[in-house]
Structure formats: structure tokens, C-alpha cells
């Protein structure tokens, strides 16, 4: 044997109870799971939880591995693995009408382009990529609400030759927010056929929750597709309470024979565009800042904002911007900027891509959705640098602290299984998600009584505490909570 973690505490990832035993590792796997083991060498884990390494379900890693430096803002959270391209927002094939949005030039890619991209530069973690649909839609059509369906479909089709893990979708973003159900379903089908999921950021998470998850039940049952409901919350001070009934539509499908999950990250608060507060027809065609100029035009989106778009269950106090191309801006919220409408629309036309941190949630509806077997866990990060939510360097060992060592809303065993096998079998990845003998040796090592993330919405990037190793393919990648500067994640291709 190569590598024997010795008298750790296992789970397994299956939601069994945790055991006492050491794992060997031999030729980047499991080789066996139990007593008196023995190895070339050995790593003394007694006292701590050793489980199968960490899948973040909903990521916006998408650029990172092309970054200078290695990046391990996810080893020290104990992920080994990333789900990529999700939201309807993918960076291959390449769509150009969307570097307004998004702030980001990239390259004339295909999607085997890009992963051959990632591959070259080298992926701190393993990593996996959905085909976005907003992407789909611009690189056929731009921001233009009438598009071409059947190339969507060969574009997607394309990307899942390529090894696209499945088809995700963001109906509050144009240019994903034109598209209705029967484009949504001819594109599922697409992915049916690959035997990919898809995953919805719904076209509301809010008022109108019930209506958008029958839709994306809908999308999934009549393509025959598995479903992952991404980032399941209810958004809005009116809205709260209604945890029960998000619940109650997952399960109902599952008896009806829909292969529906969800994800959830830790927090009151999300993150996304600054024009995500605006409703989607203001980006419609792009050109945005020449839009926003007009006070007529201003009048009538404000008119607009109360049947969709996040103003109308916003606060301006509880709008942290996190970035912007003014100088002065970041770390203020919009309530400090003066918190009107026109301020908002100011804001957006000078930087269309600026971020937001906004809370939007209730901690009895968090508590509940996350209690719910059918919910795992996705950080829904962004790149590791500024005001970036915390969650994006505290997502998995925050969980671990503050609700499941101090408030118990669920057992260990079963917190394991939802950061594990719980993602990979929803996305198809075979082999990792579990320990036991045979399994991919990504394996995360863990201090149950320390672990946690002390990062802020005004500090986020603090190291997280308790992660002590973490092996990709039974490489240790963080010894002693130290990141060893190498490169070793893989780009994950379905086939």
C-alpha cells in the first residue's frame, strides 16, 4: 500500500455511521477500509473524521484554474471536486454578447476547447462543467429574445461530446430569462439523450417560488432528465415560511418518479449582479448604460421591477455592492449610496458586471430546507479574490460548525452524505463520493470539534479551521492545514 490514514473516525459518504479504522490507499485508490492495516507510509489520524473528499454542487470556478497561482480556497474547505458552468452560465461555446455581463473577455472557444484549456493550465481540484443555456442562447442569438432552437441543441450537443456534465439554466439572467418552458425542454431532451441532469437557477425564487419550481418539474419530467434545483431558498421578507412548501414539490415529484435533488449554501445572504435587481428586459440588446440613461426608460422598468426582477423584495441597507468600477463603491451598501431606484440604475449603467452580497433569507426557512434529506450542499462561489461572498472560502467547513457541530440540524453521518455522494450521483461521478474499497482515493480529513469559518461579509477570505488533510486521487494536496503549492486536480469528462 502507498498510504495509510490510521484510527480515524470513517464515513463513508453513504450516510452510514462513522467507524473507527484505518484506509489504505494504493495506485490513487481505496484499497481497503479497516483494522490493522499497514503501508509504506502512514499518517496518524486518530481523533479526527476522515471522509471521501468534498463535491461542491454549484460553482463559479469556471476561470480560476486559469489563474496565475494555484488556487486551494477549496482544498482548505476540504472539496476536491467542483461542478462547474452552472446558472445558464458557461464559458464555451464561446458567446461574446456576453462579456458585458459578465466582465470577462475569453477566448473563441468550443467547449472541448475550453476544457483542453483548463486541462493545460492544471486545476487545483478536480473539476466538472455544465453547458450553460444563457451561453447557448448568446452564442446563437446575442441578447435577442427570438432565437434558433435547433442550433442551441447542436451547440449542446457539441458540449456533451465534449464531456459536459450536464445542462444548467439561470431564468432571472437574460439572455436565459427569453426562453419559455418548450425551449428549456427540447434542450433537456438533448441532455436525456447524454444521460446528463440539468440544473435550474428557477425563473424566481421568491414570490412566485411555487410557479418556478413547477416549471423546472415540469422541464424535467417531459425530458426525462435528472433534476438539481440549485441554491433552494425562499427570497424576500414576505416570502418567508414557505420552506415547507419547496419541500413538499421535491418530494411530491420524487412520487410521481422524478430524480429531483437540491443544493443550499449556509447563509441569509446570496451573491450575485448588481443588475440582477433590475428586471431582465433592462438588459435586453445589451447596450445597457444607454438604456439606463433614459428617465423614461428608468420610469418604466421601475414599473416593471414589481412583477419581476429582485428590487421589490430588496432592502437597499441590505445590499452590500462587492464590486464595481467606481472607485469607493465596493464594501458600501446601496442604502449608503443613497438607496433609490435612480442610484440603482446609476450604478448598473456605469458597471453592468458590479457584484452584490444581499440578504434575502430566513433562518427557519435555511434550517429546514437544510434538515431535508434531499438537499446537499453548493457554495455557489465566485473567484477567490475581493468581497466575494464568504462562502466562497467558508461554504463546507460553516456548514460542519456552526449547524452541524452547535446546532445538530443534522447527524454527521448525514452532513458527510450530503457533501458527497449526495452531489455525485446527481452529476455522474463515478467512483468518487463514497470510501470504500475501489473508490477514487479523494479523501478530506477533519477536526469535527474545530472545524469552521469565521469569515464575514466585510472579510471573507479568513482561513477556514479543521481541515487537516485533504488527498486528491491519494495525493496529499493539504497536509497539517498546509497547502503543498501543487497543481493536482483533473478535469472531469463525462462520457
Request: aromatic share 6%; charged share 20%; proline share 6%.
Amino acid at each position: 500500500m502507498d498510504l495509510l490514514l490510521r484510527g480515524g473516525t470513517v464515513y463513508d459518504g453513504l450516510g452510514s455511521p462513522g467507524v473507527v479504522a484505518d484506509v489504505a490507499i494504493s495506485g490513487g485508490r481505496v484499497a481497503a477500509v479497516g483494522p490493522g492495516l499497514t503501508a509504506s507510509r502512514v499518517i496518524d489520524v486518530s481523533g479526527l473524521a476522515v471522509a471521501p473528499g468534498f463535491i461542491d454542487a454549484h460553482c463559479h470556478s469556471d476561470l480560476v484554474p486559469l489563474m496565475d497561482q494555484p488556487q486551494p480556497f477549496k482544498l482548505f474547505q476540504g472539496v476536491t471536486t467542483e461542478i462547474n458552468g452552472n446558472c445558464g452560465f458557461s464559458y464555451a461555446p464561446s458567446a461574446p454578447a456576453l462579456e458585458e455581463l459578465t466582465g470577462h473577455a475569453v477566448p473563441d472557444w468550443s467547449f472541448a476547447g475550453y476544457l483542453d484549456a483548463i486541462e493545460a493550465a492544471g486545476p487545483t481540484n478536480h473539476v466538472a462543467t455544465l453547458v450553460g443555456h444563457s451561453t447557448l442562447r448568446a452564442a446563437v442569438s446575442g441578447f435577442s429574445e427570438t432565437t434558433s432552437v435547433e442550433a442551441m441543441a447542436e451547440l449542446a450537443r457539441e458540449a456533451f461530446e465534449a464531456g459536459a456534465c450536464g445542462l444548467s439554466s439561470g431564468l432571472i439572467y437574460p439572455p436565459g430569462s427569453y426562453g419559455d418552458t418548450e425551449e428549456l425542454v427540447a434542450l433537456a431532451r438533448v441532455a436525456h439523450a447524454y444521460g446528463r441532469p440539468y440544473t435550474t437557477h428557477m425563473r424566481n425564487e421568491s414570490s412566485e417560488l411555487a410557479a418556478a419550481l413547477d416549471e423546472a418539474i415540469e422541464v424535467a419530467t417531459r425530458a426525462r432528465v435528472r433534476l438539481q434545483v440549485s441554491h433552494c431558498k425562499v427570497g424576500g421578507l414576505p416570502n418567508h415560511g414557505q420552506a415547507s412548501m419547496l419541500l413538499e414539490r421535491l418530494r411530491s415529484a420524487r412520487a410521481r418518479g422524478v430524480d429531483v435533488l437540491g443544493d443550499q449554501y449556509p447563509y441569509l445572504a446570496g451573491s450575485t449582479v448588481l443588475a440582477a435587481l433590475l428586471p431582465p428586459v433592462a438588459l435586453s440588446g445589451g447596450n445597457v448604460a444607454a438604456r439606463l440613461s433614459s428617465p423614461e426608460e428608468r420610469a418604466r422598468l421601475l414599473e416593471l421591477s414589481s412583477g419581476s426582477g429582485l428590487w421589490r423584495d430588496a432592502s437597499p441597507g441590505k445590499v452590500l455592492i462587492t464590486s464595481h468600477a467606481r472607485p469607493g463603491v465596493a464594501g458600501r451598501t446601496l442604502a449608503d449610496l443613497g438607496g433609490t431606484w435612480d442610484t440603482l440604475c446609476d450604478l448598473v449603467a456605469e458597471d453592468p458586471a458590479a457584484q452584490m452580497v444581499i440578504e434575502m433569507m430566513d433562518e427557519a426557512d435555511v434550517v429546514e430546507i437544510m434538515a431535508d434529506p434531499l438537499i446537499g450542499i453548493g457554495s455557489d462561489n465566485g473567484a477567490p479574490v475581493g468581497l466575494e461572498h464568504p462562502r466562497t472560502w467558508g461554504c463546507f467547513p460553516r456548514f460542519l460548525g456552526a449547524y452541524v457541530r452547535e446546532r445538530g440540524v443534522v447527524p454527521m453521518a448525514e452532513a458527510v452524505r450530503k457533501m458527497t455522494s449526495h452531489v455525485a450521483d446527481q452529476f455522474g461521478l463515478a467512483g468518487r463520493g463514497w470510501l470504500g474499497a475501489g473508490a477514487y482515493a479523494d479523501i478530506t480529513v477533519f477536526d469535527p470539534e474545530t472545524v469552521g469559518h469565521a469569515g464575514t461579509y466585510l472579510e471573507p477570505s479568513v482561513r477556514p479551521t479543521g481541515i487537516v488533510h485533504v488527498l486528491l486521487e491519494g495525493r496529499p494536496v493539504i497536509e497539517d492545514g498546509e497547502f503543498g503549492g501543487v497543481r493536482a486536480g483533473r478535469v472531469l469528462r463525462m462520457a
